[in-house]
């Protein structure tokens, strides 16, 4: 599991809009803190609380100087529709391949729901240079961050 203090895996995906644009985290690096955000599924209530809080705060981690990105397994459709009726400004991320979701080792499957190789919840913050600076992961998935915690990583990394 990615830690404090590790080297944060790279990857990249699609972009969360129906343009499928490319996405790299490398090319995120070196402009601030980026926060991370993995969430397990667009739409759902723990889910859709958890991205309307992280925009509720954005403008404190973009005065700070960070960058938020919002990462599930979810279609890039779907996020788009999500990020609209949500009133989300930040990227969403879909990594429907789950190379981000394993690379992090977050990969879970909620038998219940029928959900398989989706990422569980968790945050992480990475320094100019790819380093993790905070790491949260949720004991179970409806768990939401300590937010505050978030903010003062964004400014303990600039």
């Not at 599924?41 to 309307?52: D, I, K, L, R």
């Not at 279609?75 to 429907?96: K, N, T, W, Y």
């Not at 992090?104 to 320094?127: K, M, P, Q, T």
């Amino acid at each position: 599991m990615v830690s404090t203090g590790d080297t944060a895996p790279t990857f990249t995906a699609t972009y969360g809009t129906s343009d499928h644009e490319p996405f790299d985290l490398q090319d995120h690096l070196g402009d601030g803190p980026v926060v991370l955000a993995f969430f397990p599924g667009a739409f759902t209530p723990p889910c859709s609380n958890e991205m309307v809080a992280f925009q509720d705060r954005l403008a404190d981690i973009e005065a700070a100087g960070g960058t938020v990105l919002g990462i599930s397994a979810d279609s890039p459709f779907s996020q788009g529709a999500f990020r609209e009726e949500h009133g989300i400004d930040f990227s969403l991320v879909s990594d429907m391949g789950g190379e981000a979701i394993r690379a992090y080792d977050l990969e879970i499957d909620i038998e219940d729901l029928g959900l398989h190789g989706i990422a569980n919840r968790a945050v992480f913050v990475l320094d100019d240079e790819g380093t993790v600076t905070y790491s949260w992961v949720a004991e179970d998935p409806t768990n939401r961050p300590d937010y505050d915690a978030v903010l003062d990583a964004v400014d303990e990394a600039t």
